[in-house]
């Protein structure tokens, strides 16, 4: 057990990240199998999270997470109020939800940045800010089933990874990596089903 411990130790992991990663794997087989219980195991991984990340300086992650919470608090209410009712379906994104998104971007990352800079001790306020901005694009098309969601939630994950194991996080870095994964298997799965609707249509 002392073994143990002084691995974990060196590879500077603690409770709470090994807490994060069980409940972020189980978020998502959950969200797999169409579990409402997806939402309760998320909000308490992603409080966790906050603690891990905010000790970390990386200050726009929080503010990331902290949207995780609403969104997931949302969801499970709009899932247990409206479970039965037809769901939006999946579509390619317009020139408008393009043009959106490239503003939610672009500005989300020069607010974040100034915001980081002017009001936090953060240490890499560019990356932290830019892998923030670029999640909430992709959560913001995920709302609307745009196939595209994917591809924004997975630039996020790309930056985010390497920013993890800098910040020796690396139980959130292996986390994010499986969710890099999981999204790659999203696109594909959204992009036939709306190439079905548009033929349907």
């Not at 060196?10 to 409770?15: E, G, Q």
């Not at 696109?187 to 079905?196: L, Q």
Request: glycine share 4%; proline share 3%; aromatic share 16%.
């Amino acid at each position: 057990m002392d073994h143990v411990q002084q691995w974990l130790q060196a590879l500077n992991i603690d409770a709470i990240q090994c807490i994060v990663l069980i409940l972020g794997v189980s978020e998502v087989l959950l969200a797999r199998a169409n579990n409402v219980w997806l939402y309760p195991t998320g909000i308490a991984a992603t409080t966790l999270s906050i603690y891990s990340l905010f000790h970390a300086k990386l200050y726009a992650e929080c503010l990331l997470h902290l949207y995780y919470i609403v969104m997931s608090i949302y969801g499970w209410w709009f899932w247990t109020t409206r479970r039965n009712n037809k769901p939006v379906e999946i579509t390619f994104s317009t020139q408008r939800d393009w043009l959106i998104t490239i503003g939610i971007v672009l500005g989300g990352w020069v607010v974040l940045y100034f915001f980081l800079i002017l009001f936090t001790p953060s240490e890499l306020p560019l990356w932290d800010s830019w892998v923030s901005c670029t999640a909430w694009a992709g959560m913001w098309l995920l709302a609307r089933r745009k196939v595209e969601n994917w591809l924004l939630l997975n630039i996020s994950n790309a930056f985010a990874i390497p920013l993890l194991f800098h910040k020796e996080l690396p139980l959130f870095a292996f986390l994010t990596l499986f969710l890099f994964i999981v999204a790659c298997k999203g696109y594909y799965d959204w992009m036939k089903t709306a190439k079905k609707n548009m033929a349907i249509a």
